[in-house]
């Protein structure tokens, strides 16, 4: 593999620290960095290997594997289609780079009350409670969401911009009936359901208990049609006959939302789903063996599939595959 290429997915494999924008914006900048006549040089299957070396070091990081799938599918057009890979690359970038806004100024639009409960750390949460906190006075209830705590550092930071409370986060369902709404960010969005912290099906089944209308945050660089499903999990035993069990992430099924709010508009679960299952998927995934379509009567072979890495996680996997437990800072 063409050595730039390979320090790039090197480095990737390797970030503890970055969420997924950041990975996202350091991978496009790397390629972006290789010359046109370099870039043309390089053997398309060196190309493929190259997406696939991205996706193997995170596998569960929907972004990336979004750059690997558009990457193997200019390779499968041939030298013509990698020509054009600077000008898809710049694209993304640019919507990214949009992104943000465009999900604050449509949540500020669709989302309503004052109070509004999220749970975790986003900065797409936060820019769009920023967004709304300009239309009016609002209060943010924010889950503490252990076992890391984002939850506590997130409502210090906005806590000086807007009213903030802290709640356990066994007390989300008792609280949730005093609220007017419920946000999440998320990590991923497939068709398989959201992929966020752990605390975020809490939120949006208390949402739904409560009949408290719950939105889904999420910029469409992390929706992926395959489902990314590493949800860090680990067991560690801690004395005699004892273990603790630690998840990190969960699946939210999208049927628990009133409405998605991305950059592309807000969708109605249905209508999601339906843009989900319309992405392309590049041939080259199943013939190296790396994902696979599930059974036809499940689901449409053209609009998902699963990863061969695993469906359930296995004991002991480590906790810092995907990123450190500090979440990233961001502004506001």
């Known amino acids: 593999?063409?050595?730039?290429?390979?320090?790039?997915?090197?480095?990737?494999a390797g970030d503890?620290?970055?969420?997924?924008?950041?990975?996202?914006?350091?991978?496009?900048?790397?390629?972006?960095?290789?010359?046109?006549?370099?870039?043309?040089?390089?053997?398309?299957?060196?190309?493929?290997?190259?997406?696939?070396?991205?996706?193997?070091?995170?596998?569960?990081?929907?972004?990336?594997?979004?750059?690997?799938?558009?990457?193997?599918l200019l390779a499968e057009e041939g030298a013509s289609g990698l020509a054009r890979l600077r000008e898809v690359l710049t694209e993304m970038k640019k919507m990214e780079k949009r992104s943000g806004p465009l999900i604050a100024e449509e949540a500020a639009r669709s989302v309503k009350g004052d109070w509004i409960m999220t749970t975790s750390y986003s900065s797409t949460v936060a820019k769009a409670l920023l967004a709304l906190s300009e239309r009016r006075s609002v209060k943010v209830t924010i889950t503490e969401s252990a076992p890391?705590?984002?939850?506590r550092q997130f409502a210090r930071l906005l806590?000086?911009?807007?009213?903030?409370?802290?709640?356990?986060?066994?007390?989300?369902?008792?609280?949730?009936?005093?609220?007017?709404?419920a946000i999440t960010g998320a990590d991923s969005m497939t068709g398989g359901g959201l992929i966020n912290k752990v605390g975020t099906r809490a939120l949006a089944e208390a949402a739904r208990s409560a009949g408290v209308p719950a939105y889904a945050l999420?910029?469409?660089?992390?929706?992926?049609?395959?489902?990314?499903?590493?949800?860090?999990?680990?067991?560690?035993?801690?004395?005699e006959r004892l273990s603790e069990h630690i998840q990190v992430f969960e699946s939210t099924p999208l049927d628990l939302f009133a409405e998605a709010i991305t950059d592309r508009g807000t969708m109605t679960?249905?209508?999601?789903?339906?843009?989900?299952?319309?992405?392309?998927?590049?041939?080259?995934?199943?013939?190296?063996?790396?994902?696979?379509?599930?059974?036809?009567?499940?689901?449409?072979?053209?609009?998902?599939l699963w990863p061969l890495q695993g469906?359930?996680?296995?004991?002991?996997?480590?906790?810092?595959?995907?990123r450190s437990a500090r979440p990233p800072p961001f502004r506001l």
């Open 1 to 12: 593999m063409d050595r730039r290429l390979h320090a790039i997915a090197d480095s990737l």
């Open 16 to 72: 503890v620290r970055s969420g997924a924008a950041e990975m996202m914006g350091t991978v496009l900048d790397g390629i972006l960095a290789i010359p046109d006549d370099d870039a043309a040089a390089i053997p398309t299957r060196e190309w493929e290997d190259f997406a696939v070396a991205m996706h193997r070091g995170k596998p569960s990081i929907a972004p990336v594997f979004n750059i690997a799938n558009s990457i193997m």
């Open 148 to 151: 890391g705590a984002e939850g």
């Open 159 to 181: 806590s000086e911009h807007m009213d903030c409370e802290i709640i356990y986060d066994s007390t989300i369902f008792a609280r949730m009936a005093d609220v007017d709404a």
């Open 218 to 239: 999420c910029g469409w660089s992390k929706v992926c049609p395959v489902i990314l499903s590493d949800l860090m999990v680990r067991d560690e035993v801690i004395g």
């Open 269 to 304: 679960p249905p209508h999601l789903r339906t843009a989900i299952k319309s992405g392309r998927v590049a041939r080259g995934w199943s013939a190296r063996g790396l994902i696979r379509a599930p059974p036809p009567e499940s689901i449409s072979r053209t609009s998902a």
């Open 311 to 322: 469906r359930r996680p296995r004991t002991g996997s480590t906790l810092c595959n995907r």
